[in-house]
């Protein structure tokens, strides 16, 4: 038989999976209102502004559950455990909800300005939230529940082609900007009247064309995206196990495998290091490891 180093294989038609989706816009456009309306929310608040009683009884009668900045909300390394937890753990919840995702990555800069002092240069108090950003998105993606990033609106800047001057050319959302691209769906939130309207401003869903507006409405959403894949039950993942860790780094002590491939592995895998892998990924690092024992 022939061997080939191609590795493409031919298309197949996936689950969609639940919704990962940042929504944006002005506060009191209904960006809260909206998010509280999907199936059994998991609600990190921030703000603290959703104690309110009208959003607690809302949260309450959909069966959901409330974080607020009393019990980490504001703290990288705390929601990351809670999507850890939800992700390895049985639970009733179908969605998670970070309100806002801007006012977690902006604390987390104005900490490290404040700790980094005189030797905050060329950016560098961006650095840790950035990697926190990065390991929260990991674990995103590794999460089987819907997940609604809500942030704010902020100017996006540009050229005017007339007068060739620095101005206004639309609104963004005010967050890390690779979370827009690492995402399938970006929503624009507006209040016209008495409604709310949602303003594709990224889609890489049928769904949702780019610059198409609908209703802000749960039952709207769900039918464009589909209802079966957003109202689906989480399922949990299991994670690599010690035994499994530990043989893998066993391998490496004799295997040669440069660092940088090695990072590669753990970046397709979603996974900081070895103890994010799930037992399935692991075992399949530790043949990779194996076969190139045999090949040596």
């Keep these: 038989m022939k061997t080939t180093k191609l590795k493409a294989k031919k298309p197949t038609l996936e689950n969609t999976g639940h919704t990962k989706a940042l929504s944006f816009g002005r506060s009191g456009e209904g960006k809260t209102w909206f998010a509280l309306s999907f199936p059994v929310p998991y609600y990190i608040d921030t703000e603290g502004g959703a104690n309110l009683a009208h959003y607690q009884d809302r949260l309450s009668k959909a069966g959901g ?141 049928t769904g949702f064309l780019d610059s198409d507006q609908f209703p802000l409405e749960y039952g709207e959403f769900a039918e464009r995206y589909g209802k079966d894949f957003i109202e689906a039950a989480a399922q949990k993942i299991v994670l690599a196990n010690e035994k499994q860790v530990a043989e893998i780094n066993k391998l490496l002590e004799v295997v040669n495998v440069p660092a940088a491939d090695v990072a590669k592995a753990l970046s397709r895998a979603n996974a900081e290091n070895f103890t994010e892998l799930t037992d399935d990924q692991a075992a399949k690092f530790i043949t990779w490891l194996k076969n190139k024992i045999t090949a040596e």
């Design 65 to 205: 559950a409330y974080m607020g900045p009393q019990d980490g909300s504001l703290e990288f390394d705390s929601v990351i455990d809670q999507m850890k937890a939800l992700a390895t753990e049985d639970h009733p919840y179908k969605t998670l909800i970070i309100d806002s995702i801007t006012k977690l990555y902006h604390t987390s800069i104005a900490e490290e300005q404040a700790r980094l002092g005189d030797k905050d240069a060329f950016g560098a108090s961006k650095k840790a939230p950035i990697a926190a950003m990065r390991q929260l998105l990991n674990w995103g993606m590794k999460l089987d529940m819907n997940i609604l990033f809500i942030a704010h609106e902020a100017s996006e800047w540009g050229l005017d082609p007339k007068t060739g001057q620095r101005t206004e050319i639309g609104k963004m959302p005010d967050v890390w900007d690779k979370l827009i691209y690492e995402l399938d769906l970006t929503i624009q939130v507006k209040k016209q009247g008495n409604s709310r309207i949602g303003i594709v401003r990224k889609s890489r869903l």
